[in-house]
Structures are given as C-alpha cells and as structure tokens.
C-alpha cells in the first residue's frame, strides 16, 4: 500500500504564492510519476503538473510559466511551487503517484486565491 500526504494549501490574494507538499510512502517502486490535480468548484478534476522519478514534467497549458513540480526522490516527496496565483486557480489540490499502472491519491488540499 501506498499513503500520500499533502500539506501547505491555504488563502492567498491574487498574485501571491504558496508551496504545496506531498510525502509519499509504502510500497514505492521505481518507475513511478508523481502529480498534482485540481477539481475546481463546479468542474471536473484536472491535471495540473507531473513529474516522473527521472525528472521529466508536464503541465497543464495554463499554468505554465507560473507552477513548477519537482520532487525529492530520496524522500518521495513532490512539489508544487504556485506562482502568480488567479483567483481560477482555486481548487482542492489532489497528490497523486502512478506505480506499475495503480494510481494511489492523497487527501486533498484547499487552495483559495481572492481577487
């Protein structure tokens, strides 16, 4: 089994920053990818970044420029770094990790940006 926890979530005006953190632990195999989703108010889930254990990432269009995903893979934890925050970015952050094609997701985490 596979336990993800997430931290940092929170409150931030338009234009500021927060730094989101998910551990991962268990049964952790190699190759793996590590991500972070959203479900906005109203819609569906969505994938923001991911980011493999060789350090190869992809974005949602979006937020390029502005998130950056990296990880510790030592300690299996990842990062999202979220800058220039939009009051559209508000959303529960979900972490995810995908091991040998089972995916295992941690608790969520609010991120509410005021305009």
């Known amino acids: 089994q596979v336990q993800l926890v997430e931290s940092g979530g929170g409150w931030v005006q338009a234009g500021g920053s927060l730094r989101l953190s998910c551990a991962a632990s268990g049964s952790i195999f190699s190759p793996n990818v590590m991500g972070w989703y959203r479900k906005p108010p109203g819609k569906q889930r969505e994938l923001v970044a991911t980011i493999t254990n060789g350090g190869s990432t992809n974005y949602l269009n979006s937020v390029k420029g502005r998130f950056t995903i990296s990880r510790e893979n030592g300690q299996n934890t990842v990062y999202l770094q979220m800058n220039s925050l939009k009051p559209e970015d508000t959303a529960v952050y979900y972490c995810?990790?995908?091991?040998?094609?089972?995916?295992?997701w941690g608790q969520g985490t609010q991120v509410t940006v005021s305009s």
């Open positions: 995810a990790i995908l091991i040998l094609a089972k995916d295992y």
